[in-house]
């Protein structure tokens, strides 16, 4: 099993051919017997809301690099998703939340030119329930809260995969506006 789409076989170094399975061509080494199954890069996103206002980074690296996101990143291995996001949230705002005071808002897939793909978590969290003064680090060079008025009139490009606008949205719908 690979993240990355394969051409030679991960064990014993051959040629990858294809071989038909569960309806759709899958990459196959032929000296080995085995299919080389692609598996997603797991990954998590944190909504920080503060009334209207939901924190975003700008992304210093590729992929999107420049584009405005969500704080999140790869799970690592054995890490639960929402201590994966706590984690990243750390890494690149300077925030620190406990991974009980995250509420799940759904999930994505993205896929990237490269030939890998993402099955990521969305979680969001009040601005109240969590530590320290908004700072840059990590993937981030930029940090600030957005007014989401402010965004979706903005100039500023968001990361197109996955959908980060309407992650924003359904965020600050779930935890601000039920209050």
């Not at 639960?80 to 949230?89: D, K």
């Not at 990590?138 to 309407?166: I, M, V, Y």
Request: glycine letters at 10%; hydrophobic letters at 30%.
């Amino acid at each position: 099993m690979t993240s990355f789409r394969a051409t030679f076989c991960p064990d014993c170094g051959s040629k990858l051919g294809t071989q038909w399975l569960e309806h759709k061509e899958r990459p196959y080494c032929e000296s080995c017997d085995r299919i080389i199954f692609q598996r997603p890069i797991p990954c998590a996103d944190v909504a920080v809301i503060d009334g209207g206002y939901v924190l975003l980074i700008k992304r210093t690296n590729p992929p999107h690099a420049g584009k405005w996101a969500l704080p999140g990143g790869v799970l690592e291995a054995g890490e639960p998703p929402a201590v994966g996001a706590t984690r990243e949230l750390e890494e690149e705002t300077g925030l620190s939340v406990t991974p009980a005071d995250l509420t799940i808002i759904g999930g994505y897939t993205a896929t990237a030119p490269q030939g890998w793909y993402n099955a990521g978590y969305i979680y969001a969290v009040l601005y109240d329930n969590v530590s320290g003064e908004p700072s840059s680090g990590g993937d981030a060079k930029e940090t600030r809260f957005w007014n989401l008025d402010e965004l979706q009139s903005s100039e500023q490009e968001l990361r197109p995969e996955p959908d980060d606008e309407s992650h924003i949205k359904k965020s600050v719908n779930e935890l601000y506006e039920d209050r």
